[in-house]
């Protein structure tokens, strides 16, 4: 296995203004790029499919090895020095689901600047629906089918096929360039993308642009995402036997309540407020707010419980926006339930949060956003739209502990197919996505 040389620190803190830019690279070099991309479609697309067919399931977090060690394959035959990182001191990495991270660099003439491609190659379990099977890559109609196609394991070939190509075509690259595959995005992403952040493989002192092809399409550059408030809100009541509940406080009735209020009290408070952040579908640029799992009452559907239920806990989900702050959000929840509890006799609830992420957005005069943009002009012959996610991905690991400003998602599939059965990517939309990052790449660091 051969391994990455890890960069020391600089003497100083390089900033993004003292990196000169290079000029997009000669016609005949993008030619040559763009016809071996286009070339290696087959090639492409079974590399795409041979992922899929690896259950990366996430929940436990199966066969991430398997899957981190095909990438590396793949990677280091192009050319890229690779190395896998664990993440060793995670407690989700364990022997039995180890958290197995890969990193493949290119070096060019000089280390910087530098561009990272990075995606997520766990996926979310297949559930039911399924007319095909989720883990066979199957290929109809000019699309491929399977959990991940779309997010995210199309991604992660374009991105690679696209370094993959540059090398093919014999241009040579001033700067450097990274691919990584990575693990738990689906669940935070702390064991993937975080911890290569705080290990240093992504940070200022090396990384000047970061490109993660999540699925917003061929033509779409996602700038940024809206923030979470993931919280569980537990009401707390007083078991008596079932057919006495009158002697009980019943935590799920009281549950009710609070969720009545939401729905009529809060919900509507929050669609009157917009962002003017681009975030599609464009309902999502409304913060939201739904319950992801309720639990409560008798412990098994195979053993019956005649108890008044004690206990009911709701996890709940807020996406806010930027014009919102973590702060207001934190306190509007909390004056709701303060005042169910002071309304209802008997009401206890507290709050307990699990997760809460800040929105994040790349500056508007980024020269990735450009770079991308006049590399889909040049392959599609369209503009690119700007937008926004409703959802959080690894970009706000990048931002806040990398400090890697300079950070955006572009990759093929539709993004309203994630998580759906029979989950699919368009064959070209995946070729096109691979051509325009491998442009972007020769752009900012050819």
């Not at 002697?247 to 962002?275: C, F, K």
Request: aromatic residues 6%.
């Amino acid at each position: 296995m051969l391994s990455v040389q890890r960069q020391g620190a600089p003497a100083f803190r390089q900033t993004f203004s003292s990196i000169a830019c290079p000029a997009m690279t000669d016609s005949m070099a993008i030619d040559r790029v763009l016809t071996e991309v286009e070339a290696g479609r087959d090639e492409l697309l079974a590399f795409t499919a041979s992922l899929i067919r690896i259950p990366t399931v996430n929940p436990p977090g199966e066969c991430y090895r398997d899957c981190a060690e095909l990438i590396g394959e793949r990677l280091s035959g192009s050319g890229l020095d690779v190395e896998f990182v664990e993440a060793q001191n995670r407690p989700e990495h364990t022997a039995e689901h180890p958290r197995v991270n890969v990193i493949g660099r290119l070096e060019g003439m000089a280390s910087r600047p530098c561009i990272h491609l990075n995606g997520h190659f766990d996926v979310v379990p297949p559930g039911d629906g399924w007319k095909l099977d989720p883990f066979g890559g199957e290929v109809r109609d000019g699309r491929i089918y399977g959990r991940g196609a779309s997010d995210m394991k199309s991604g992660i070939a374009a991105a690679a096929f696209a370094v993959e190509a540059i090398q093919r075509s014999g241009v040579s690259l001033s700067g450097s360039v990274e691919v990584s595959g990575t693990v738990d995005e689906e669940s935070g992403g702390y064991a993937g993308v975080a911890h290569l952040c705080k290990e240093g493989y992504l940070a200022t002192e090396r990384t000047d642009y970061v490109v993660i092809p999540e699925p917003f399409g061929p033509d779409r550059i996602c700038v940024g995402h809206r923030g979470v408030y993931w919280f569980d809100v537990i009401a707390e009541g007083r078991v008596a036997h079932g057919s006495m509940p009158h002697l009980g406080q019943n935590a799920i009735s009281d549950m009710g309540v609070l969720l009545y209020e939401i729905r009529t009290r809060l919900e509507p408070e929050l669609a009157s407020r917009i962002s003017v952040m681009p975030v599609v579908p464009e309902e999502a640029r409304h913060p939201s707010i739904n319950v992801n799992a309720v639990w409560g009452g008798q412990v098994s559907e195979d053993q019956q419980s005649p108890c008044v239920a004690d206990c009911c806990v709701v996890t709940f989900d807020r996406r806010f926006i930027p014009e919102e702050s973590l702060e207001e959000v934190r306190r509007e929840v909390a004056q709701v339930v303060a005042a169910v509890e002071q309304g209802n006799a008997g009401c206890s609830f507290s709050i307990e949060e699990r997760m809460s992420v800040l929105p994040t957005q790349a500056p508007q005069d980024s020269p990735l956003i450009s770079a991308l943009s006049e590399a889909i002009r040049k392959v599609q012959g369209s503009e690119a739209e700007l937008v926004a996610s409703p959802g959080t991905y690894d970009q706000k690991h990048v931002s806040r502990i990398a400090g890697v400003d300079h950070c955006v998602a572009y990759g093929p599939g539709p993004l309203e197919e994630a998580h759906q059965p029979d989950e699919s990517c368009s064959v070209d939309d995946i070729v096109t996505s691979a051509q325009v990052m491998a442009l972007t790449v020769l752009e900012l660091v050819g």
